[in-house]
Nanobody
Framework: EVQLQASGGGLVQPGGSLRLSCAASGFSLSNYDMSWFREAPGKGREWVSFINVYGGYTPYADSVKGRFTISRDNAKNVVYLEMNSLKPEDTAVYSC????????????????????WGQGTQVTVSS
């Protein structure tokens, strides 16, 4: 079965850190660009970061730039999101998504550029 599964979420205090993982099954992650998104209560899904197949292109949303780092291990079929200096406004369900194109077509923050979504993991930042 082709699927993505996010894990690693939890409750953390402001200023803390978490590392999320997105494991792929049923296909090889090495053939796909990937992104992380998040959805906070009462808000729409927000793009967080993107990584190309080689890991050499990694744009970030302004809200997380300098605090979050996306990476991947194609041999393990996993994409990561390292989150540091967490803030209460980072509280959301985080999920990963597979970019639909086999070439770079831009628009990495648009939901319709992705054709496979994983089940999310809850991140709560609170004291």
């Amino acid at each position: 079965e082709v699927q993505l599964q996010a894990s690693g979420g939890g409750l953390v205090q402001p200023g803390g850190s978490l590392r999320l993982s997105c494991a792929a099954s049923g296909f090889s992650l090495s053939n796909y660009d990937m992104s992380w998104f998040r959805e906070a209560p009462g808000k729409g899904r927000e793009w967080v970061s993107f990584i190309n197949v080689y890991g050499g292109y990694t744009p970030y949303a302004d809200s997380v730039k300098g605090r979050f780092t996306i990476s991947r291990d194609n041999a393990k079929n996993v994409v990561y999101l390292e989150m540091n200096s967490l803030k209460p406004e980072d509280t959301a369900v985080y999920s990963c998504a597979r970019y639909r194109h086999s070439y770079f077509a831009g628009q990495v923050s648009s939901l319709d550029q992705y054709n496979l979504w994983g089940q999310g993991t809850q991140v709560t930042v609170s004291s």
